[in-house]
T-cell receptor, first 114, second 115 residues
Framework: DTGVSQDPRHKITKRGQNVTFRCDPISEHNRLYWYRQTLGQGPEFLTYFQNEAQLEKSRLLSDRFSAERPKGSFSTLEIQRTEQGDSAMYLCASSLDPSRETQYFGPGTRLLVL | DAKTTQPPSMDCAEGRAANLPCNHS???????VYWYRQIHSQGPQYIIHGLKNNETNEMASLIITEDRKSSTLILPHATLRDTAVYYCIVRVGSVDGGSQGNLIFGKGTKLSVKP
């Protein structure tokens, strides 16, 4: 257990539905990252926050995706109008900045879109 | 795209040393080498990182060649619980400036430790 928690751990939804995932980072960590991982591939970066500011978004993050970190603590990732191609593991990681480089990953949320 | 090349899979006997190679021939002077691993159905786990000197911690050793174009992660006494996908990543450190922080993963090496 790294101290990063994600909820839910598994989600099954029907195409077209909206889903929201939550990530609780290690409390003193000011950087929070979201990654997506499909079967047989390494994780791919989606977006990251420094405190409450969203500083970078990958081109993978289409306009159906939105992430927030309103108080600089937990973060949510919402996918609107889900598609079957959104089926993946969604990973959250946190780190201290700038002196510490290690990212601590949560267990992930596995999404299946039917 | 990932800046590293790793073999897709390796086997290792339990109790023996596992030596996982990584090529990063285009590494820049301010880029670090990081290793993470991912055990099935879990999130990636940090193992070790280095710039140019060899590094050792309680999990592993990292050997970086003098020209920094390749490195080897060494698990000195592999156990069945070390079976995982191992990722070698190069990135600029944020202390050196300019790092956005995100990790760029390749496909990694699937290490199977066998009894």
């Amino acid at each position: 257990d790294t101290g990063v928690s994600q909820d839910p751990r598994h989600k099954i939804t029907k195409r077209g539905q909206n889903v929201t995932f939550r990530c609780d980072p290690i409390s003193e960590h000011n950087r929070l990252y979201w990654y997506r991982q499909t079967l047989g591939q390494g994780p791919e970066f989606l977006t990251y926050f420094q405190n409450e500011a969203q500083l970078e978004k990958s081109r993978l993050l289409s306009d159906r995706f939105s992430a927030e970190r309103p108080k600089g603590s937990f973060s949510t990732l919402e996918i609107q109008r889900t598609e079957q191609g959104d089926s993946a593991m969604y990973l959250c990681a946190s780190s201290l900045d700038p002196s510490r480089e290690t990212q601590y990953f949560g267990p992930g949320t596995r999404l299946l879109v039917l | 795209d990932a800046k590293t090349t790793q073999p897709p899979s390796m086997d290792c006997a339990e109790g023996r040393a596992a030596n996982l190679p990584c090529n990063h021939s285009t590494i820049s002077g301010n880029e670090y080498v990081y290793w993470y691993r991912q055990i099935h159905s879990q999130g990636p786990q940090y193992i070790i990182h280095g710039l140019k000197n060899n590094e050792t911690n309680e999990m592993a050793s990292l050997i970086i060649t003098e020209d920094r174009k390749s490195s080897t992660l060494i698990l000195p006494h592999a156990t069945l619980r070390d079976t995982a996908v191992y990722y070698c990543i190069v990135r600029v450190g944020s202390v050196d400036g300019g790092s956005q922080g995100n990790l760029i993963f390749g496909k990694g090496t699937k290490l199977s430790v066998k009894p």
